[in-house]
């Protein structure tokens, strides 16, 4: 089983973008979902996690700038990028963390979505 994961382009620094991902529905009734990103030459990081029940939190270098949501009757995830960074380049994935860290995860890795946050 892989979670889908859409909605990357180019974008301007300062500017928005939302990814989305979609999964079965048996998935997303039941499982915590997860937002992570590997830039070039950089390990894979946890960057957004939302619970069953919508509780959420986020990595310090996206907080305040990324927000988390899932409509479980969509089956679909969202991530709401806004003030954009080039540091923030990156390829988006999504998957269900099994740690805090996010260094487990529940499912195989789907092709994720590039960012590119550039002038």
């Known amino acids: 089983v892989q979670l889908q994961a859409s909605g990357g382009g180019l974008v301007q620094p300062g500017g928005s973008s939302r990814l989305s991902c979609s999964a079965s529905g048996k998935i997303f009734s039941t499982s915590d979902l997860g937002w992570f990103r590997q830039a070039p030459g950089k390990q894979r990081e946890l960057v957004a996690r939302?619970?069953?029940?919508?509780?959420?939190n986020y990595a310090d270098s996206v907080k305040g700038r990324f927000t988390i949501s899932r409509d479980n009757a969509k089956n679909t995830m969202y991530l709401q990028m806004n003030s954009l960074l080039p540091e923030d380049t990156a390829v988006y994935l999504c998957?269900?963390?099994?740690?805090?860290?996010?260094?487990?995860?529940?499912?195989?890795w789907g092709q994720g979505t590039l960012v590119t946050v550039s002038s």
């Open positions: 998957n269900q963390p099994l740690d805090y860290a996010g260094s487990w995860v529940r499912f195989l």
């Open positions: 939302i619970t069953v029940g919508g509780s959420t």
